[in-house]
């Protein structure tokens, strides 16, 4: 038998701001939160300055990391072998409710799992153990937890988004431009005024009132991108060639499978026209690129200002 406080300890000890058991199905699922930095520069030519602060390091690679380690230390403690005891990191999941029913938070409008204490500025991973949940743990029952009286009549995060993708189910994929930013394809136009990123939306987040106090992140320098990179340097190096631009985010979080690189293309196309950079070499790109990006040579952007 295995003492999941401890594991929740292990954890605790190693960065995660809160941890709790549950039973998930004949399992123990023990989910835990990872509390990410939030500061990014502020100089306009800088790509970091146009990324999520949760991009700008490999923080899930990072949590997966210390996962790992916590779940070596169960398999030694609870004599149990590899495939009995596995890691999961943005996974298929649904990790917020499962956080929400171990009792380490709540799915707020936003639908984002927030933690009384740090807010929703964590993401969220953990260890699936085959043995049963002990007597007296929460388990897991798939409906959704409610949210409404834990967020009142507080509706900051709906009216922050920019692009009116939070509703009454949840978040519309097809405008939210987080969503939209890792897919490669065109952009709807009345979305272009709003795009002002490389990569990672964040305004819901920022948003929440319960994020007021910035309990600060786990320190790390895991996939770090560059800050001193420009957006200029990325298109040229797109203008060399695709296997170099792709090249410029091995390791980090911008190299995650689910992130098409022609989208982060895009993405910083779209911006060098928002800011005034689009010089005949980002055209020369746009031309490259099979007239992926024509649209983005025609039409009206309005410019961004900072
Ligand atoms: C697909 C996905 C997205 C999609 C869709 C998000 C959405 N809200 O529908 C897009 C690309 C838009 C997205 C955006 C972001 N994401 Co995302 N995403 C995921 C991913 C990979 C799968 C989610 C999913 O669809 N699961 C399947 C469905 C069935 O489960 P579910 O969404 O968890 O829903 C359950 C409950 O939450 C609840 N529920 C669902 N909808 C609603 C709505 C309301 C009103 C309520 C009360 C409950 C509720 O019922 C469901 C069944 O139990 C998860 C990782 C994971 N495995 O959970 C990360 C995850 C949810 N994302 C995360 C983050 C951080 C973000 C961003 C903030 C990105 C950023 N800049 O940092 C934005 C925030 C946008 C937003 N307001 O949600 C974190 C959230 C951490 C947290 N503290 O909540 C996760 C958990 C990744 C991680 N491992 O940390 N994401
Ligand atoms: S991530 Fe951005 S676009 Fe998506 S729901 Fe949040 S504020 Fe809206
Ligand atoms: S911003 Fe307000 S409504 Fe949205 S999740 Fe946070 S508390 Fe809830």
Redesign the pocket.
């Known amino acids: 038998m295995i003492d999941f406080r401890e594991t929740v300890e292990w954890l605790k000890e190693d960065g995660f701001c809160d941890a709790a058991a549950i039973g998930f199905g004949e399992k123990t699922a023990v989910t835990a939160?990872?509390p990410y930095r939030l500061e990014r520069p502020t100089a306009v030519s800088a790509a970091a300055s146009y990324i999520?602060p949760?991009?700008l390091r490999n923080n899930?690679r990072e949590m997966a990391a210390r996962l790992k380690t916590a779940a070596v230390k169960i398999r030694k403690a609870a004599g149990l072998n590899k495939s009995e005891v596995r890691i999961f990191?943005?996974?298929?999941?649904?990790?917020?409710?499962a956080?929400?029913f171990a009792g380490i938070?709540f799915?707020?409008?936003?639908?984002?799992?927030?933690?009384p204490l740090y807010g929703?500025?964590?993401?969220?991973?953990g260890i699936l153990i085959s043995l049963p949940a002990a007597d007296g743990l929460s388990r897991f029952d798939?409906?959704?937890?409610?949210?409404a009286a834990r967020c009142g009549a507080c509706r900051r995060?709906i009216d922050a988004c920019p692009v009116g993708?939070?509703g009454?189910?949840?978040?519309d994929?097809s405008r939210?431009l987080?969503?939209l930013a890792?897919r490669s394809g065109a952009v709807p136009a009345e979305l272009l005024p709003h795009w002002d990123i490389l990569y990672?939306?964040?305004r819901?987040?920022d948003a929440c009132p319960y994020s007021r106090f910035n309990l600060g992140g786990v320190a790390h320098h895991r996939g770090e991108i560059d800050e001193s990179e420009t957006i200029g340097e990325w298109l040229q190096t797109a203008a060399e060639s695709e296997e170099a631009f792709c090249a410029r985010f091995k390791g980090t979080a911008l190299a995650m499978s689910?992130i098409d690189k022609r989208a982060l293309l895009r993405n910083a196309v779209i911006l060098s026209r928002r800011l005034g950079i689009f010089n005949e070499e980002t055209k020369r790109v746009c031309r490259q690129y099979k007239n992926e990006f024509s649209q983005l040579l025609s039409v009206d952007i309005p410019p961004l200002l900072r």
């Open positions: 939160l990872f999520d949760f991009a899930y990191v943005n996974s298929s999941l649904p990790e917020k409710a956080a929400a938070g799915c707020g409008k936003s639908t984002l799992l927030i933690s929703v500025n964590t993401l969220i991973g798939g409906a959704p937890p409610s949210s995060c993708a939070i009454e189910n949840g978040v994929r939210c987080q969503s890792s990672g939306c964040s819901c987040r689910w």
